[in-house]
């Protein structure tokens, strides 16, 4: 019995000591996921600070393009409403024939009248845009210097990493593990001046102002990406308002003699918008009857019916800009030297030299497309609690040769530590369970290259770079996993 109760005794000291060591263990371990779980979550918050500030100059963008297509359709439907004016001031005139026709008087006072109602409306209207012109542009103009300005400061490489340091700090600050009212303590950032400096360098030379003087790799002038955009972005009103032509004919046969027809009465409708130089709109529209015929070797005989010309740019007391004939003369020859259907609009300073990323001037490729945000944490020894913080098992013997008793867990550096880092990228969504993204699938299976025109740009966590990890645990253990036993190191 004796020799059974030694033997118990024995066993008992050896579990308690092996209980000891593995509740330090999992102390250990239960900090070190705590730590981990916070930096990710301050990492991947940091990053979404910096998709949303370029999310938002891309919708920025978006909103300057928006404003440009409103200039082009404003000054297209001034020219129309010129246009449209011309047009009934000619049918005016023409209905004095049916006055000198007996039984077409009371038709010709009934058409009298109402083209002139149509003609006062047209009046009105064309005064107000003629009015408000000058502030819309100057409202544009407004914006587009706030614009600019804003993006130069958000895209700041320390700007950056400065704002995605403070979005982490106070995550990490709030990731508490709280039980019953207790709050553990939360974990401290760690080599903020080093991977600030490292999250600041990634940015340099990503992104630039594409201003006139700019090259990019199909044009000499930066400005071309933007105007490209906006050209696509316009409806068919303020591209080019056309309408019937040749409706009348031909009226004598459909023959023709060698490449002319004998005889051809028709009419022409023409309305183009087009932008100069990246630096001036002209819009201008014009409709005509005209008659071609062989004897005077194809040329056409025409009679202007209605002409407007409107234009916008820096200066409207400058030249007219470009002459553009109709596709028979005369009525684009009107529209353009017509001083009462013709407008000049000023102090819009062309297409505006917006911010996108970088690009390669051979091939139009973004030099850099994706930027890593690096976060390091950790926790102090005396914050975890294991049996030397407690106060058991912490005392040295005091007889070397029976062995020492103390259980300390060791942590090189006094600390558990952890790095995170996550990854800002460009990228559309994909067609998935998600239907919230539905309107924004792709129809092809091709990546879309990343710019700050779309708002795609998206976070997701990534391995720390090989010089994140160096600073965090120490030269020659940047190999190392977060999650291994030894990711303490300092």
């Not at 049918?91 to 000198?100: E, G, K, Q, S």
């Not at 001037?361 to 102090?380: D, I, M, Q, S, W």
Request: with cysteine; hydrophobic share 40%; charged share 20%.
């Amino acid at each position: 019995m004796g020799q059974t109760i030694l033997w118990f005794v024995g066993l008992m000291a050896t579990m308690l000591l092996v209980g000891v060591g593995v509740y330090s263990v999992g102390q250990v371990t239960s900090e070190k996921q705590k730590v981990v779980n916070a930096t990710d979550a301050a990492a991947y918050s940091g990053a979404l600070v910096q998709a949303r500030a370029l999310n938002f100059i891309a919708y920025g963008n978006r909103a300057e393009i928006a404003n440009e297509v409103f200039l082009a359709q404003a000054v297209s439907f001034h020219s129309w409403l010129l246009y449209m004016k011309t047009t009934v001031e000619t049918l005016d005139t023409l209905t004095d024939i049916l006055y000198a026709i007996p039984f077409a008087q009371a038709i010709a006072a009934f058409i009298d009248e109402v083209l002139g109602m149509v003609a006062d409306v047209l009046g009105e209207i064309e005064g107000v845009v003629d009015d408000s012109f000058g502030a819309a542009v100057a409202d544009v103009e407004e914006y587009a210097r706030v614009l600019n300005d804003t993006s130069s400061e958000i895209l700041n490489g320390r700007a950056l990493a400065t704002a995605a340091q403070q979005a982490a700090d106070t995550v990490l600050a709030q990731n508490l593990a709280n039980q019953n009212g207790r709050q553990d303590t939360a974990p401290v950032a760690i080599k903020k001046a080093e991977l600030g400096d490292l999250n600041a360098a990634v940015w340099n030379g990503a992104f630039a102002q594409y201003t006139k003087d700019k090259r990019i790799h199909n044009s000499d002038d930066g400005r071309k990406t933007a105007a490209d955009i906006l050209l696509a972005s316009r409806d068919e009103f303020s591209t080019e308002r056309v309408g019937p032509s040749g409706i009348l004919a031909p009226i004598i046969g459909n023959f023709s003699l060698g490449s002319c027809p004998p005889v051809e009465i028709g009419s022409s409708r023409d309305g183009p918008t087009v932008l100069r130089d990246y630096e001036r709109w002209e819009a201008q529209d014009t409709s005509e009857f005209y008659i071609r015929d062989a004897v005077t070797k194809c040329d056409s005989n025409s009679m202007p019916v209605g002409w407007g010309r409107a234009t916008l740019a820096d200066d409207e007391d400058g030249d007219r800009g470009e002459a553009r004939t109709s596709p028979h003369y005369l009525a684009g020859l009107r529209a353009y030297n017509d001083d009462e259907a013709h407008r000049e609009h000023g102090d819009w300073t062309g297409v505006k030299a917006l911010y996108d990323l970088e690009r390669d001037t051979a091939n139009g490729r973004p030099v850099k497309l994706e930027f890593v945000f690096h976060y390091a944490a950790a926790k102090r020894a005396g914050q975890v609690k294991t049996n030397d913080q407690l106060g058991f098992f912490d005392k040295d013997n005091a007889t070397p040769h029976l062995g020492n008793t103390k259980l300390k867990p060791n942590l090189q550096n006094n600390e558990v530590a952890s790095i995170a880092a996550a990854k800002v990228h460009f990228a559309r969504p994909r067609n998935g369970p998600d239907f919230t993204g539905r309107d924004l699938f792709r129809a092809d299976p091709h990546q879309e290259v990343g710019s700050l025109y779309n708002p795609y740009w998206q976070v997701r966590l990534t391995t720390p770079a090989e010089r994140a990890m160096e600073l965090v645990y120490g030269v020659g253990n940047a190999g190392l996993s977060r999650f291994s036993p030894n990711a303490r190191l300092p």
